[in-house]
């Protein structure tokens, strides 16, 4: 039987996708829509996160994919990439000013939480970052004055 799924897509990783689904289609206030492992539009590259929460909904993004103004979290689901997406894609989303970057880390069972995007243009990076595990809550600032709160068991398979 041939495996059809890469290393970024163990089924540990797929399950947290189907667990952070529900939990983000339960928490977003309304003018915030969740995108799974769909694109988003930056300066230098449109990478597909494996979540991003972004403002409107899906008729706001028929004609185009969400940008970086557009958006308030993105999220990496990561075991076997996880120095890409702490390193690379933190540079990029950074870069981009996406505001906060977290990662499902399934490795050492925590949600890594990267705020302040600055440095250098060509290197880019976030300037905070916070770990949570366990029965830890994370507050997610939304740009437009929301706030929500997800626990880190929410996340994680």
Request: with cysteine; aromatic share 8%.
């Given at each position: 039987?041939a ?6 897509r ?6 947290a996708i ?31 996160p ?7 909904d899906?008729?706001?993004y ?5 940008a970086?103004?557009?958006v308030?979290?993105v ?9 890409a ?21 399934l490795?050492?069972?925590q ?11 060509s290197?880019?990076?976030?300037s905070?970052r916070?770990?949570y ?25």
């Amino acid at each position: 039987m041939a495996t059809w799924y890469t290393t970024s897509r163990t089924p540990a990783h797929d399950a947290a996708i189907q667990k952070g689904t529900r939990t983000w289609l339960r928490l977003l206030p309304p003018g915030w829509d969740l995108r799974v492992q769909s694109a988003i539009t930056l300066t230098d590259s449109e990478p597909e996160p494996d979540f991003a929460i972004v403002r409107g909904d899906e008729r706001a993004y028929l004609t185009r994919h969400p940008a970086a103004a557009d958006v308030g979290l993105v999220i990496e689901v990561s075991d076997s990439t996880l120095l890409a997406d702490r390193d690379d894609k933190g540079r990029i989303y950074a870069r981009a000013a996406i505001p906060c970057y977290w990662i499902v880390n399934l490795l050492d069972r925590q949600v890594e939480v990267y705020t302040i995007p600055g440095g250098p243009a060509s290197t880019g990076g976030y300037s905070q970052r916070a770990d949570y595990r366990g029965r830890d809550r994370m507050d997610l600032p939304l740009g437009d004055g929301t706030s929500i709160q997800v626990a880190v068991a929410d996340l994680l398979p």
